[in-house]
């Protein structure tokens, strides 16, 4: 039976990627070894990590630039204070988007003074601002790239002469940016690249060891790079997950190709949602996520109606978060157009008999 998975994280991820995985469970290289009991320490998966580390900045296009690729553990919401305690001396400037957005200006806090240049929190964050003014005297300046929560996604990143950091936990990978511009990038693998339990940071170097601060040894970049993300004992199973699918998105043509498809998906549904009288999307348009899509009932009375076609075809992970309600189509870079087509069926379906 197949099943439309629109789930906000974990994902879904390509069916290769299962069938690999599944066997590696098994017999990782034919060794007659499980992935699950190999030393993290062998040339096996010293291979594995240095692939995965590799691929991220090939797809990213940031070889030969100065960047390092690693790892991590935690999650994005480590994340919030690491990036944090590595370069903040005085006073770092954020843009409040989201529900992690938010989240990571209190844990910046702790470390020093945050300028909260905009937010969108007065109308739940159905929008991203635009327009606003970055203090020139901070170290920093961090945003959120995509609200999985509120389904907005920022479309132009300001041109600012201090460090950018960005959180890109569920677009990364997904569609064309200049990376460069980005001297920070972090990311939560279980929303666009692989399973949960490790975290992709990718920074440029030249923007540590700035601060005056003793760090933590577990929680400073430069022990993780010195260490080629092997410090301590890394998830070995997660990065071999997202080793493949970043396998899987080169061998597609790549972050460009990939863009294409997830447009047409975007563009799919959010056309039913304006053309369909029984929806509303939650989002401003002009900040609409291509990965993303949220959207609710005009009538409550056709919930259980709507909800039943949904589960008759197969559709599952729709539910919106509970910050906003109604519904939340996650289309990351492994889910099928057809998918999206079928959903979109359902929800015409239901205009015809209501």
Same mark, same amino acid.
């Given at each position: 039976?197949?099943?439309?998975?629109?789930?906000?994280?974990?994902?879904?991820?390509?069916?290769?990627?299962?069938?690999?995985?599944?066997?590696?469970?098994?017999?990782?290289?034919?060794?007659?070894?499980?992935?699950?009991?190999?030393?993290?320490?062998?040339?096996?998966?010293?291979?594995?990590?240095?692939?995965?580390?590799?691929?991220?900045?090939?797809?990213?296009?940031?070889?030969?630039?100065?960047?390092?690729?690693?790892?991590?553990?935690?999650?994005?919401?480590?994340?919030?204070?690491?990036?944090?305690?590595?370069?903040?001396?005085?006073?770092?400037?954020?843009?409040? @988007?989201?529900? +992690?957005?938010?989240?990571?200006?209190?844990? %910046?806090? #702790?470390?020093? $003074?945050?300028?909260?240049? &905009?937010?969108?929190?007065?109308?739940?964050?159905?929008?991203?601002?635009?327009?606003?003014?970055?203090?020139?005297?901070?170290?920093?300046?961090?945003?959120?790239?995509?609200?999985?929560?509120?389904?907005?996604?920022?479309?132009?990143?300001?041109?600012?002469?201090?460090?950018?950091?960005?959180?890109?936990?569920?677009?990364?990978?997904?569609?064309?940016?200049?990376?460069?511009?980005?001297?920070?990038?972090?990311?939560?693998?279980?929303?666009?690249?692989?399973?949960?339990?490790?975290?992709?940071?990718?920074?440029?170097?030249?923007?540590?060891?700035?601060?005056?601060?003793?760090?933590?040894?577990?929680?400073?970049?430069?022990?993780?790079?010195?260490?080629?993300?092997?410090?301590?004992?890394?998830?070995?199973?997660?990065?071999?997950?997202?080793?493949? @699918?970043?396998? +899987?998105?080169?061998?597609?043509?790549?972050? %460009?190709? #990939?863009?294409? $498809?997830?447009?047409?998906? &975007?563009?799919?549904?959010?056309?039913?949602?304006?053309?369909?009288?029984?929806?509303?999307?939650?989002?401003?348009?002009?900040?609409?996520?291509?990965?993303?899509?949220?959207?609710?009932?005009?009538?409550?009375?056709?919930?259980?109606?709507?909800?039943?076609?949904?589960?008759?075809?197969?559709?599952?992970?729709?539910?919106?978060?509970?910050?906003?309600?109604?519904?939340?189509?996650?289309?990351?870079?492994?889910?099928?157009?057809?998918?999206?087509?079928?959903?979109?069926?359902?929800?015409?379906?239901?205009?015809?008999?209501?």
């Amino acid at each position: 039976m197949k099943i439309h998975n629109f789930s906000a994280g974990p994902c879904i991820l390509p069916q290769e990627v299962f069938e690999k995985s599944s066997q590696a469970v098994l017999n990782f290289n034919n060794d007659g070894l499980s992935i699950l009991e190999i030393s993290h320490r062998s040339k096996a998966f010293v291979d594995v990590m240095e692939n995965a580390r590799a691929l991220a900045l090939e797809l990213l296009g940031l070889e030969g630039k100065g960047y390092k690729a690693l790892f991590l553990q935690g999650g994005a919401s480590t994340q919030f204070l690491m990036a944090a305690m590595n370069l903040m001396e005085k006073k770092a400037a954020y843009l409040n @988007t989201g529900t +992690w957005s938010d989240n990571a200006i209190k844990e %910046a806090k #702790i470390y020093g $003074e945050v300028a909260e240049v &905009a937010s969108s929190k007065e109308a739940n964050y159905n929008y991203i601002p635009k327009g606003y003014k970055v203090p020139k005297d901070c170290d920093y300046f961090h945003c959120t790239s995509n609200n999985t929560i509120f389904g907005t996604q920022i479309k132009d990143f300001p041109k600012l002469d201090m460090p950018m950091v960005c959180d890109m936990s569920s677009d990364i990978f997904s569609r064309s940016l200049d990376f460069s511009k980005f001297d920070l990038i972090y990311a939560g693998a279980q929303k666009n690249m692989g399973p949960a339990g490790t975290t992709l940071v990718v920074v440029k170097e030249e923007i540590l060891g700035k601060v005056t601060r003793q760090i933590p040894s577990m929680m400073d970049y430069q022990t993780h790079i010195s260490k080629g993300s092997m410090f301590n004992t890394p998830p070995v199973f997660a990065v071999y997950v997202t080793m493949l @699918t970043l396998q +899987w998105l080169k061998d597609l043509g790549g972050i %460009a190709a #990939i863009e294409k $498809e997830n447009e047409k998906k &975007a563009q799919l549904i959010y056309s039913e949602i304006d053309l369909n009288p029984l929806f509303k999307g939650f989002a401003e348009k002009a900040d609409r996520s291509i990965m993303n899509a949220t959207f609710t009932l005009e009538n409550d009375n056709l919930k259980d109606t709507f909800e039943t076609m949904v589960k008759e075809a197969n559709i599952n992970g729709i539910n919106g978060h509970r910050s906003v309600g109604g519904y939340r189509a996650s289309m990351y870079n492994a889910m099928p157009l057809n998918s999206v087509g079928i959903l979109v069926d359902v929800m015409s379906e239901l205009e015809r008999k209501a």
